[in-house]
């Protein structure tokens, strides 16, 4: 049972990385808003025809690169500000 605690925490230690701060990713989407993306399994979006946002749920494409698709379908892509280079 120990081990198992090991590697799931070997796991997430392979998406969590200096990295993966909330100030350190950028998002767009037309007319975005608002956004707030740490590197974890949603993101805060607001777009500009909305008083209020939400978190969506997002699916990783690379380690530095994740898009999701808000309530109205607007897609939208979050990524580490280094890697827009």
Request: charged content about 15%; overall charge positive.
């Amino acid at each position: 049972m120990r081990s198992a605690g090991i590697i799931i925490v070997a796991a997430n230690a392979m998406f969590t990385t200096s990295a993966a701060r909330a100030e350190d990713w950028t998002c767009s989407a037309k007319n975005l808003a608002d956004y707030s993306y740490s590197g974890g399994a949603s993101a805060y979006i607001r777009l500009t025809m909305f008083a209020q946002g939400a978190s969506y749920p997002v699916q990783r494409l690379s380690a530095n690169r994740v898009k999701g698709v808000t309530g109205n379908g607007t897609e939208f892509f979050c990524q580490v500000a280094s890697s827009k280079k």
